[in-house]
Antibody
């Protein structure tokens, strides 16, 4: 069974940094392209970024609102995806989900609250 | 970016009655390989989204056959033949044909 579990969220002040993790199991993580998607409280879903598998170049792409502030990375030996978030803004407050390239399944997400 | 427009925003339905949600894209979702990467998701209150339909009309294994997806080009529809209580929540369409992937704004289904 494919499982994804996000962690690392919390309360952080504007301008601060946070690193989210997503541990996956049940499939070959090495070959997977992975995404982060976020959902602000009471709002819809927003794609944040994507990282390709290393064999496909390992390159990253980001949504415009987070480009230059967020960085995706992966540790294939640990089947873990990371999202380094810097210069956080109040509008980054959301539940952050990691998902595969097929957007199925979804983990429980981790809540990031940016507030002074 | 491709804009995904869902309607209606809110859909009150009677148990046992059909329901239909529309999703329109700002450009064709036909990929160079001939596939259309249009997904539908269901999110119950307080839960994570779950994929319901992929590539327009393919139901995921957990999805009852009262759900169906259809469409082509830029117009897509999710239909529920007979709404049950467990179907409440928000439904989202999402395109994966063009980078970046984009979601519709969601349609909230509630029981009258």
């Amino acid at each position: 069974e494919v499982q994804l579990v996000e962690s690392g969220g919390g309360l952080i002040k504007p301008g601060g940094s946070l690193r989210l993790s997503c541990v996956v199991s049940g499939f070959t993580f090495t070959n997977a392209w992975m995404n982060w998607v976020r959902q602000a409280p009471g709002k819809g879903l927003e794609w944040v970024g994507r990282i390709k598998s290393k064999i496909d170049g390992g390159t990253t792409d980001y949504a415009a609102p987070v480009k230059g502030r967020f960085t995706l990375s992966r540790d294939d030996s640990k089947s873990t995806l990371y999202l380094q978030m810097n210069s956080l803004k109040t509008e980054d407050t959301a539940v952050y989900f990691c998902v595969t390239e097929w957007f199925d399944p979804w983990g429980p997400g981790t809540l990031v609250t940016v507030s002074s | 970016d491709v804009v995904m427009t869902q309607s209606p925003l809110s859909l009150p339905v009677t148990l046992g009655q059909p329901a239909s949600i529309s999703c329109r894209s700002s450009q064709s979702l036909v990929y160079s390989d001939g596939n259309i990467y249009l997904n539908w998701f269901h999110q119950r209150p307080g839960q994570s989204p779950r994929r319901l339909i992929y590539k327009v009309s393919n139901r995921d294994s957990w999805v009852p056959d009262r759900f169906s997806g259809s469409g082509s080009g830029t117009d897509f529809t999710l239909k529920i033949s007979r709404v049950e209580a467990e179907d409440v929540g928000v439904y989202y369409c999402m395109q994966g044909t063009h980078w970046p992937s984009t979601f519709g704004g969601g349609t909230k289904v509630e029981i009258k």
